[in-house]
Every structure is written in C-alpha cells, then in structure tokens.
C-alpha cells in the first residue's frame, strides 16, 4: 500500500476510534481534541517540519495548480516509495522560497534536498517525468510579483536539484510535441517589446532550451485558456485562447511543423488568426467525442421571444487539420444557464427560432420552426424542473423525461408545429440528442 494512502487510512480510523472512545467512556473535552496517532515514519516528518518552523519559517503551500497542499506525497524517483515534500517561506533569507524533499529511510524520513528560489510565493509545482527516465522532474512556478511569474523545470537525480530551465511565464504546458517521446515545454509570454509570443523549449543535452518561438493574436492580459488538443490529422496540437475587450473569443491553434512551433490558423492577411467569433463561454474541446477538439463558432439564431435584449446562439463546431483546413462537424443549441445542450440536425439549419421563459423552479426553452410565409410556428419545448413537485411536473401534459440531476429534471414535450413538419424528429432521436454540459473542476493555472 502506498504511504499517501496508508496515511489518510490511519487518519480515519484514529478519528473513528477517538470517537467511539468519547461515547463509550465519556471522554473530556480536552481529550476529543487531541490529534489521533500517526505511524512512526509521520511522526518523524512532523518533527523535522516542526524543527523548520522553529526556526522562523512558515508554511508556503503553492497557491495554484492542482498540487496546493504544504507537504505533498509523491514518488519522485520511481523506487516505488513516496517522497515528501514540503513548502516553506524564510522571509530573512536572501532566497527566501523553500521546497524541502524528505526521501523515506526504514521506518522514517530524513531531509534529500532543498531547492531555494526567490519571489513572493510558490505559485505552482507540477511533477513530471521530462525525460522519460523513470524519475520525475520538478517544475515550479515563482510569484516574482503580481504580474509576474518565473518556471523553473528541476532534475533531483541523486537528489541534487539541477536547474533544467528558467524563463518569465504567463502559462505553461507540457507535451511531447515532436513525437521523440520526451516532454517539452510551450511557455507564453511578453517579450522585450511587449509581443505576446510562444516560446517552445526542447531538449538540448541536458537541458531545456528554447528552439522556436511563435507569435500569439492575444495580450497577455486577454489570455483566458492554454489546452492540449488533437488535429484531425491525429497530431497534437495547443488550443490558446484569449477573450477580447469586445467580447470576441480570439483561438490560436499551435502545432509542430519542420522542428518549429506553428499557428496554423494564422492570416497571411492581418498577421493574426482567422479564428475570432463571438464569446459566448464556450471553449475549444471535444464536443462529439471523436477524439478531434472543435472550435466554438456561434452563430446568432433568431428568437421569437418579446424581449429585444435576449440573443440565441447556434454553434458550430469547427475542426482542424495539421494545414489549417476547417470542418464543420456538429452544431449546437447551448443553453449555458440551464447546463444543457441539443445537436441540432443538418436539417434544422436556417429554419429554427428560439425564445426562453420560466419562473424560478420551471424554466422553458421552446423551438420554433419557420413557415413559408415567414411566420413561425412552435414545435419543441424542453423545460429545466427543480422544487419538490419537479418529478409531477416532468411527465404532466405529454412531458416525457431526459435526463435527472439530483435536483434537476430535464424534461420535453412536442408542440403542435411538429406535426407533419419533414424535419420532425421522435422521442428516441431528441434523448440521443439532448445532453448535460459537464464542467471540468477548475484546479487553477500552471
């Protein structure tokens, strides 16, 4: 069983013990706040912790990212035992960040390495195998300031911390771009005259260095995503994303060509991407699962609502090839509020109109097919039920159920224009269509 495990087991079961403890024997108040009793190799740690802090230091725990707690458990040499590591801040020291590695001996652990780095906090830490050797690099991100930030990829082999990169950031990811099996590094970034640009670092010896750099069509103040995807072509590929002050998402979509980083949606034009719609909280991803992510194009449907102020949008999703080729492989009607969406058939495309309404526990969403007389007549609502009668109010009145939350019901009905209309679709057809938008857990920024 691995230590990490091993020690939130032990956790548990001490708080359960203490617990049946207090019922059982009427334990003091005193008693109940005692901390349960760690294995001995924990205790060990604790004391070394404790001694750090003794001596002015504090807990600095990384503050983004998806590793953020102030002592971590992980293998970082590929022996099958877990390090620890722990993050500290020595405010008198000229370099005042500190990662100390804790390397498990028998029945305890004893201080490996230390990496020291300067800055106002830990801002990220990531543990990666850079080189593909069995033993995983650190890759840390300093705060500098506010505005700036600084990665820096360490080797621990034989735990001697030896500096692998170190370069001003705004993001950062990992992939192996070329294929040769081992990870490099896309970093964005301002450069010394304010361009934003992508910097892509490789293997050079034993080192990181960078081998080619490629412009960007977004600030890094506008920057908003930095996501691996794959081309239809099966390449990978890096979806940048960056939100404009008139609301228009701006895509740039890196890949490797020829030994250097390339942005194949760029205009030969205008000297930025083709790629600019309309911001509507949607991002590139794989939207119908075929292993291709599609960019967002929406598009605005019209409505058949009163309000002159409410805007529909249909979407449609765009893939790419290696050479900047676009396909447009599914189209969607998102309703973002209600975390839902409908893929819209071929067919339905310049025939459809939409308007929303609701109270606060019933909301509607209904569809409207266009006559030939320009007029529009209503032929599908789908409704988001919440309250205690939602599981009534989801089959009353020719509703039939498509998907439940556990305090949500996704309910439709067909209306009067579905009748006889060429483009209709069935029960059947509208649940294979209907799904829920799932949002990932966002865990912050490299």
Known sequence: MRRGKFLITALAAAALTLVLSACMFNASPEDLYELPQLPEEYTALRTQLDAILAEGAENAAPVSGTNIQSVQLTDLDGDGVEEAVAFFRSSNDERPLKIYIFRAVEDSYEQAAVIEGSGTAIYSIRYVDMDRDGRREILVGWRISPEIQALGVYSISGYEPTPLMFSLYTRYEVLDFDGDGLMEIVLLRSDENGTPVAEYYDWSGTALEVQSICSLSMT??????????????????????????????????????????????????????????????????????????????????????????????????????????????????????????????????????????????????????????????????????????????????????????????YAGTFLAGNEGWRYAIDQEELSQRFHLITREWATGEN
């Open 220 to 409: 890094m103040a506008e920057l908003n995503g930095m996501d691996i995807g794959t081309l239809r072509d099966g390449e990978p590929a890096l979806f940048i994303t960056g939100v404009a002050e008139d609301t228009r998402l701006v895509t740039d979509i890196l890949t490797y060509k020829q030994e250097t980083i390339t942005n194949i949606v760029r205009s030969d034009n205008t000297g930025v991407t083709s790629a600019i719609y309309r911001y509507v909280s949607l991002s590139p991803t794989d939207i119908n699962n075929d292993g291709v992510t599609e960019v967002p194009v929406p598009v605005v449907l019209p409505s058949t609502g009163l309000s002159a102020e409410e805007t529909y949008w249909q979407v449609y999703w765009r893939s790419y090839s290696a050479g900047g080729e676009e396909e447009t492989v599914l189209t969607t009607y998102h309703n973002v509020g209600e975390g839902w969406y409908l893929e819209l058939p071929e067919s339905w495309d310049g025939r459809i109109a939409v308007r929303q309404a609701g109270g606060s526990d019933e909301k509607e969403t209904v569809f409207s097919l266009k006559n030939s007389d320009g007029t529009y007549a209503d032929f599908l609502a789908i409704y988001a039920l919440t309250g205690n009668s939602r599981e009534y109010r989801a089959t009353r009145n020719g509703r039939f159920i498509l998907k439940r939350q556990v305090s949500t019901i």
